[in-house]
C-alpha cells in the first residue's frame, strides 16, 4: 500500500503538481500567465567577481524565473562603472536596458541577491517589466528576526513546532531547512537571525556551542544574514568560574572579552548580544548594585574592536515594584539617556506593557534623544490567539511606526516636535543616528508550513517588508503576499486582502476592546481570564482592568498613576483627557463610568458589550468570506485554514460571554439588544482549563 502512495507521490510530484503544504511561503514559482520574458539578467557589483552570494542570487533567479516564465535566463556577472547611487550598502537598482536585459546593479553582492529577490517579486505580483528603473535601499541597518528557541529544542511562545535549530545534530548534520530559512528572510532584506532565547542559556556561549552556531552562520552567510546570540548576564559564574558576573568587576569585563574573541574565531561576522537583565528573574547587573548602563557597556567594550553591537532590552519591571508597572521601564531607562556606549541600542518592545492586542506606542521612543532605539515587535500572536487565530500584524505594527512621539528634535528645529514618529526614531533619520535596528519576534517552527496558520506566513513577510521600508502601506504589503502566495484573481485577492487587514481589530473587539488589555487567561495566554489573580499584583487581570461598581479602565492619567506624563504634553493633553482620548484607548488611560456616553451616544457598557459581539460578527463574516473562495484556493490550504476560522469562531464566543459574564457582576446591567446571551453562566468560563498549549512550559 504504501508502496502504492509512494508511486503516486512519485507520478504527481513529476508532473508538477505537488501537494500545497505551504512549505514554499511566498516563494512559488508556478508558471505565471503573462508574465513577460526575461532572457538575459546581468548582475553587476563593483568587484564583478563571483561569489557564494552571487551563487545564491544567480540560483534563486535561474529557479524562479526558469518556474514563472517557462524559461531558463542567462545571466551574466558584469563590474558597476561606479557607485549606485541612493543604494547604499544593502541597495540595489533593477532596469530593464534597451536590448530587453534586466540589469541587477548593487554596491554589494548582498545588494544585488536583494535585487535578484525585487525581480521576482515584481514578476510575482504581476508588474511588467517594461521601462523598469527602479532603486531601493533599506531605511534601517539591522533586521533582526529574534528567536525565542531553546536548546532543547522548545520554543518559548512558539506555535508552529519545535526550534528548526537541531542542536544535537550540528554542526555536521545540516538540515537543507536552513537554507530555506535564509533564502525567506533574503527574499525580505532580512539580515540578522538570534537564534536563542532571551531568557537565556549560557551553555550556547561554550565551545561546543559555538562550533553549532558557526555551522548555522556558515549555512546563513551567502544569504547575507548575521547570527546573534542572547548573553545572559551570569554566564562568568555558570560556564567561567568567576565568583561573581559584576559588571564592573576588571576579571568579568576580562572574561567577557575573551569570550567574544572566541566567539569571533567561530563567527567572524557575529553580529552581537541581545539581553534581558533584571527582568522576569532573569540576572543583570542590578544584582550587583550597577545600572542596566553599566551592564551593556561593558558588553559593548567587548564587542565594538569586531564592530558587534548590543541590544539591550528595555522590557523591565519588578514584582516588589509598587509604581504602575506600564511606568517602570520609562523610570528605570530615561536616567541613562546619553550613558550607553555608541554600540549599544536599546530595544523597546511596541507598547509598554508586554505585546497586548493594543497598546499605546511605548514612551521610551520619545523619552531618549542621545540613545539609538530599536522597536521590538512580536511576530508570534502570544496574545492574539496564538497560530489559532487569524491576526494579520502589518497594522498594528504600522499604528506604532507611524504614531508621532512629538519629542523634540535636537537641536530644537521647530517649537513642537511634530514628525518625531516612531519609525523615525527607529530609522535613525530623526537624530542622524548611524546605528538602526529593528527587531521582531518570529512566528516560525518545524511545522511544514512554518507558521502553524498558513496565513500567520503573511507576518513574517510583513516584519521583514516593514523592516526593509516602513513607509509601505499594510494594503500594499498585504496585496503583494496575497499574489505570491494565492493567486492573481481580482476576487480572490480582494477577499484575502480584506481578511488580512481586518483581522487585527477584529481580535481586539472580541479579546480586549476599547483599550482593556492582559486580560487573558494566566500562564500560556490564550483565552480570556479577567478574573485572574496572580500573588503577583503585576499578572492579575484585576489589576489592569480594575472594574468595580462604578466603572472599568485602568486610571493612568493625572488623577491615577499619571503614566499619562511620560508622554509628550500635546499627547498627554489628548490621551490624558477622558473627553478627547480616542475610544480605542480610553480604557487604557482612563477608569471610566458605566454610562459614560460613548461617541456612539450609548453608554460604556452597552458600547463594550457590543464591541465584543462585533468582534464575533466579524470572525463569523471571515468564514463566510473564506468559503466564498472554495475551488479557487488548493485543498490543502483551503481546508486548514477554515478549521482554524472555525476555532477562532468559538473562542471568540467564549472570549465574549466570559469577559461580559465576569464585568456584568461590576456593572450590573443587562446585555443591550443586539447581544447574544451567554449559553453557560460565568463559572461554566471559569472553569475552562486548557492544558498543554504549545509554546508554554506548564501544562495550564
Ligand atoms: C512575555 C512572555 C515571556 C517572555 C517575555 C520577554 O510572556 O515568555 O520571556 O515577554 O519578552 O511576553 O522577555
Redesign the pocket.
Known sequence: MSRIITLLLFLLTSLGLRAEDGYRLWLRYDRLAGAPAVTTVVLATPGGADSPTLTAARQELQSGLGGLTGATPTITLQKTGGEIAAAGAEGYALRTAADGAVHISANSDTGVLYGAFALLRHLQTGRSLEKLDLTSAPRISRRILNH?DNLNGFI??GYAGFSLWQWFYLPGIRDPRYRDYARACASLGLNGAVLTN??ANALVLTPTYLAKVAALADEFRPYGIRVYLTARFSAPLEIGGLKTADPLDPAVAAWWKAKVDEIYRHVPDFGGFVV?AN??GQPGPQDYGRTHADGANMLADALAPHRGIVMW?A?VYAAENTVDRVKQAYNEFTPLDGKFRPNVVVQIKNGPL??MPREPFSPLFGAMPKTPLAPELQLTQ?YLGMSTQLAFLAPMWKEVLDADTWARREPVESAAGRGSTVARVADGSLRHQPLSVIAGVANTGTDRNWTGHPLAQANWYAFGRLAWDHTLSSEAIADEWTRMTFGHDAKLVQTITSLLLGSRETVVNYSMPLGLHHIMAEGH?YGPGPWATHQRADWSSIYYHQADAAGLGAARSAGGSNAIAQYAPELAALWGDPEKCPENLLLWFHHVAWDHPMKSGRPLWDELCLRYQQGVDEVRAMQRAWVSLAGQIDEPRFTEVQARLQRQADDAVIWRDACLLYFQTFSQRPLPAGVEPPAHDLDYYKAIKLRYAPGHPSDY
Open positions: 525565542w518559548e511562545r532571551v531568557n534581558k527582568s522576569e532590552r522590557f508586554d505585546f502570544e495566554h
